[in-house]
């Protein structure tokens, strides 16, 4: 046998080794069945489907609901940030979207002000409007380039974004970015009334929420405000329970009115005083969660309050299957886009009887992603069975969809397990329009729970 046969035979086997494995791994049976069988039977109002995120996940849900602005009705970000923030750099990501990188040099004790220098974040108005305005402008470029649906369709959408007071990842002039992309007039131009701005929460980088249904143990956290140290690192979920900290600020800012004791002649004080109203409204919003769809689908579509929620409600679905409606080989898919094996999914008992709800896509921040319940006897993931979604969900009728990352070591890098919204060696290019990867995976998921139905535009890899 020649040289060229012999290393032709070796090719050949170690290809035809490399697809048996592939595809035995492709068909191995999953744990979870495909989200059509799932969601098989339920009716999704279309005209009701939104998105909210925190952290990467915030960025995420802007980013989603900028690329699919026709089928999506509200938004809710919490600590994410603008449209195309990092221009497609990791780099930008770290220094002039999040304080990611001067944390991180702070961590390994360097310089202080060497580690100042990488806090690229933009620092008052004028930043603010420019960063604005770039962002905006690479919206209109990939609308007029039909990469994204037409900006216009924002008007008439809710908004509720969140930032943490304490928050030192995400920083408030980021948050601030969002905010005049959707508000400004030569923007967004979402109208008055329709988006609101909590930036005064007590809170760190996290998933506010209060005590209802909260699992015993350390599973949630409770809000450590400065000056508390933060939590650790290698055990924080980025899910607080923050009910006692809200409730010792409004007290502090008289937001709770004492009943009235007033003796005759002394001069009674407003209550909550009118420098604190802002405050007092921002306290409120302890069940974020409940917040978020409140301003979305308003008061009256969360009427019938919370229901107690148990965790085996919540049901895992195979994302892998998803890819292999719009790409060839559904397995390399999912390992490039870091698309966790299984994804969640919460349907109310109403909704499986023929009833139209209301469809929710819930984005986890960095680390929230995969299975992360490493409890003895438990499985799943902490945020979709505790964000505080799922209990509002219960009670009125709302589909809650949980996509989700997995965090990667090798190729693509994604230490972290977070949400592509930098592209650069991850989805790269394409990555904040429809052809994003991670965008075409979580528009099929909403085509799948809405019956199959192509509601919204997934080209094939």
Known sequence: MSRQEVSASIRYGVLSIAALWLLAFSASPSAAPALEDVAAGVKVDTTQISVSGISSGGFMAHQFHVAHSQHIMGAGIVAGGPYYCARGSILDALTRCSRFAMLECLAFKLDPKLCGKTDLAPKGRRAIEAAARASFDEARKQEAAGKIDRLANLRDDSVYLFSGSYDDIVPHGVMAIVFRFYADPDKGAVRQGKIDFNGTFPA??????????????KVVGDCAVPPAPPPAVATNAYIDDCEAVARQQAKKNLCICPAASAADGEVAVACPPPDKLAV????????????????????????????QVQENELQAFDQRQVFGKFSDLPY???????????GYI?????????????LHIAFHGCKQGGNT?????HAGNLFAKFAGYNEWAKANGVIVLYPQIQARSLGPVNPRGCWDWWGQNYTHAGYHTRDGKQIKAVAQMINLVAGGQALMEVAPE
């Open 204 to 217: 760190r980088h996290t998933m506010v929420r209060d005590g209802f249904g909260k699992p015993g143990g």
């Open 280 to 307: 007092c409204k921002d306290l409120k919003d302890v069940d974020l969660a409940g917040a978020i769809l409140e301003r979305i689908y308003g008061a009256q579509a969360l009427d019938k309050g919370r229901l």
């Open 332 to 342: 390399s898919a999912l390992q490039n886009a870091s698309m966790a094996r299984e």
């Open 346 to 358: 919460f349907i109310p008992e109403p909704c499986r009887d023929g009833r139209q709800c209301k």
């Open 373 to 377: 319940d490493y409890r003895p006897g």
